[in-house]
């Protein structure tokens, strides 16, 4: 699926079935993001499918 | 899985494993604020308090936060941002602390390194050929204190968070400096000298990722940005490093400032008459030694200019 990366202002696209999932798929440390599905923000746990909004904020630099 | 206390979605996973919704989040947040600012007394009746903004998540949240409480502590507050001149970057979190402080009735002050120090922060490195982090951090303290002072503040409220707080502890004890790890905590400064201003830090014990949640579920600022400017490689490389530890043992960087913490007291016991503070020489500003690292590098501004 199409996730966005808000710092780096571009999609990527990526598997997984989860938040959790897919940062692992991005190599991304989640203590370093927050993430937002359709708008709202979610934990790692959250499933996600091909519909979904995805964006993902960096929040802690570096990393 | 959903909020512990109220049965709907889960916006942040506690390092507990505790799960929070939006609205349960922002309390916890701002409970854990108001309680870091209470058991330190970091704001007391009559203070006047200058907020060091930048338009970022944490000197928003901190800005924010400091605001609903004005009232009830009976105490007076004002912003007061640096604009160090770095093109890309701070021209856009200015408009955000702008934004935020006319909707809120906040008076903002702005000083900006060309006017005070004649160059921007971009002009500088050139010049001077420096890191722009070690350039700016002096800049940066020096016309914080001074305009502080000069806008009869009597303590100044900074964005710091616990991620900065631990990195700091745990470069000291890297490099050696348990003399400069003395001088942390989330209140410092010196309390009978007026030419420092004290400086508290209310997000002392909360997390780099808890500051940028509450700040998305408060829409404090337009989006997230960082310096363009590459951070200190040396913080960088504990920053990765405790990030890492986090990812793989939740709690390492409460758990690395909870202790801290316990041994401080201890550590301004056995510094406190090991460092005297004069006025430099060319300002009069407060220093360590004869003159202050601000002069040093005008002077050598002069020089290569």
């Not at chain 2, 007076?76 to 856009?92: P, V």
């Not at chain 2, 602390?97 to 390194?113: G, R, T």
């Not at chain 2, 400064?189 to 209310?202: C, E, N």
Request: aromatic share 8%.
């Amino acid at each position: 699926m199409k996730i966005f990366l808000e710092k780096e202002q571009k999609h990527v696209e990526v598997k997984g079935n989860t938040v959790s999932e897919i940062l692992a798929n991005l190599e991304i440390n989640p203590t370093t993001v927050i993430v937002s599905k359709n708008g709202n923000l979610v934990i790692g746990e959250e499933k996600i499918t091909s519909k979904d909004n995805i964006t993902i904020f960096t929040v802690v630099s570096g990393g | 899985m959903v909020c512990k206390k109220c049965d709907t979605e889960p916006v942040y996973l506690l390092t507990s494993g505790v799960r929070l919704c939006r609205s349960c989040f922002i309390k916890y947040f701002e409970k854990k604020v108001r309680k870091t600012i209470r058991i330190n007394n970091l704001i007391e009746k009559g203070d006047k308090i200058c907020v060091a903004i930048s338009g970022g998540k944490d000197s928003l949240t901190v800005l924010n936060i400091l605001n609903t409480l004005t009232k009830k502590k009976n105490f007076e507050l004002f912003a007061l941002l640096i604009d160090e001149g770095i093109k890309n970057y701070r021209d856009f979190t200015i408009k955000d602390a702008e934004k935020f402080c006319n909707e809120n009735k906040i008076k903002l002050h702005i000083v900006s390194f060309k006017d005070e120090l004649g160059y921007t922060l971009d002009e500088m490195i050139k010049i001077l050929g420096m890191k722009p982090c070690t350039v700016c951090g002096v800049f940066r303290r020096y016309l914080l204190n001074k305009k502080a002072r000069e806008l009869k503040a009597n303590k100044l409220a900074t964005g710091h968070n616990m991620d900065d707080e631990a990195q700091t502890v745990i470069m000291n004890q890297f490099k050696k400096n348990i003399d400069v790890s003395a001088r942390l905590g989330p209140m410092t400064g010196v309390k009978d000298d007026k030419r420092f201003i004290r400086r508290i830090k209310p997000l002392y014990l909360m997390s780099e990722k808890e500051v940028g949640t509450y700040a998305f579920l408060k829409q404090l600022m337009g989006k997230f940005t960082e310096c363009t400017y590459e951070n200190d490689s040396f913080r960088g490389d504990v920053r990765d490093m405790l990030n890492d530890f986090e990812m793989k043992h939740h709690g390492v960087k409460n758990n690395i400032i909870t202790s801290f913490l316990e041994i401080l007291p201890m550590l301004k016991n056995k510094y406190k008459n090991k460092s005297t503070i004069n006025a430099c020489i060319s300002c009069k500003e407060p220093t360590s030694s004869d003159q202050c690292k601000a002069c040093e590098l005008k002077d050598k501004l002069k020089e290569k200019a």
